[in-house]
């Protein structure tokens, strides 16, 4: 599977809703339809060792004056390349997207914090903000080393206003058995799931996108967790990102 193409998940149609939410939560009325910020994950595998690597890839435009800089980084390795968007001929301005590849030498839990702004403006709090938690396992041998684990993708607003949405998508296929299951922390509101179905192969059992549509009342870093299982067995992979509400 080439990890790094993202951009396909999610043109497919709605057939069923398989979560444990299952239907918009009567106690946030806000709209769906627009999200804000979609964020779409792949993983590779229940933990990440030690020299595998994590991506998170986030909208940049350098034209504006403004670009990423990594705030808190200790005991990680950081790879980091812009990617301009491919425009028309004669254009500028078009922005792209800012590439971060991490990995680590030493198994543990790190901190990874970037924030988007103009490095003239001193006094200037970031515009936006990304504070992620890192976990990287022993590696028994040296097989997925070099290896893309997660990939995060941040298309919109990194940074939502507290009350907006942000929409969720995975590669999943329950017809295997496995289906996603999503366990948001500290009081992130899942407002609605849904599975949708690959039908553009024409093949049954082709497997599809799970969707989740999160929101928060109030500003603040919130965890998101989900992990593909089987009905009363052990989560065969899992991922979790921090979401950052102002």
């Known amino acids: 599977m080439n990890k790094m193409i993202l951009m ?3 043109a497919c149609l709605v057939i069923s809703c398989m979560f444990s939410a299952g239907c918009i939560s009567p106690d946030v009325p806000v709209q769906i339809d627009d999200p804000v910020l ?3 994950v792949e993983k590779e595998g229940m933990m990440v060792p030690v020299n595998a690597l994590m991506t998170f890839i986030l909208p940049a435009n350098p034209t504006t004056g403004y670009s990423w800089t990594v705030m808190e ?3 990680l390795i950081v790879k980091e390349e812009y990617k301009a968007t491919p425009v028309p001929e004669g254009w500028t301005g078009g922005g792209g997207c800012q590439y971060y590849t991490l990995t680590a030498e030493k198994a ?3 901190t990874f914090k970037a924030g988007y702004e103009r490095p003239w403006e001193t006094d200037t709090a970031p515009i936006w903000t990304i504070t992620q938690t890192l976990v990287f396992s022993e590696a028994e041998n040296d097989d997925f080393a070099g290896e893309n684990m997660l990939t995060v993708l941040f298309n ?3 940074n939502p206003k507290a009350g907006e949405v942000v929409k969720i998508c995975t590669a999943g296929n ?3 058995g496995y289906y996603w299951q999503a366990s948001p922390k500290n009081e992130l509101t899942v407002l609605k799931d849904e599975y949708i179905a690959d039908t553009t192969a024409g093949l049954v059992g082709a497997g599809g996108t799970y969707v989740w549509y ?3 009342k109030k500003a603040g870093t919130y965890q998101f967790e989900a992990a593909c299982q089987r009905s009363g067995q052990d989560p065969v992979n899992l991922f ?3 979401l950052t509400f102002v």
């Open 8 to 10: 396909g998940i999610g």
């Open 38 to 40: 979609t964020l779409t």
């Open 73 to 75: 980084s200790d005991g």
């Open 108 to 110: 543990g839990t790190y």
């Open 156 to 158: 919109g607003v990194v």
């Open 174 to 176: 329950p017809t295997t």
């Open 214 to 216: 999160v929101t928060a």
């Open 240 to 242: 979790f990102f921090g």
